[in-house]
Nanobody
Framework: QVQLVESGGGLVQAGASLILSCLVS????????MAWFRQAPGKEREFVAT????????YYLDSVKGRFTISRDNAKNTVYLQMNTLQPEDTALYYC???????????????????WGQGTQVTVSS
């Protein structure tokens, strides 16, 4: 069973930065595309960013382009989300997810991901 554990969330002021981490317990981490999603209260889960198994390609939600960066370290079984210039509208529970695929364009659809973490809360005050 693949387990994902997110960390790094917190309460910050607008304009601040945070780095989220997601440790994945599997011997085959490099076979998975990884993604970050978020869900604000009363809203549906939303795609934020995804990265291919080999880090060659990354894709982002338009509203976070230029502010967020997804990366991964296959030697550490970890995926990261560097979040800069945070805004109150970024407030949400952030989840990492894993999809067993070598696709050059991993899915942005939550239902197509195989494994999920429990989430880490990010709250941005104005």
């Amino acid at each position: 069973q693949v387990q994902l554990v997110e960390s790094g969330g917190g309460l910050v002021q607008a304009g601040a930065s945070l780095i989220l981490s997601c440790l994945v317990s599997t011997r085959t981490f490099s076979r998975y595309a990884m993604a970050w999603f978020r869900q604000a209260p009363g809203k549906e889960r939303e795609f934020v960013a995804t990265i291919t198994w080999n880090s060659y390609r990354t894709y982002y939600l338009d509203s976070v382009k230029g502010r967020f960066t997804i990366s991964r370290d296959n030697a550490k079984n970890t995926v990261y989300l560097q979040m800069n210039t945070l805004q109150p509208e970024d407030t949400a529970l952030y989840y990492c997810a894993a999809d067993l695929t070598y696709s050059d364009h991993p899915s942005e659809i939550p239902g197509l991901y195989d494994y999920w973490g429990q989430g880490t809360q990010v709250t941005v005050s104005s």
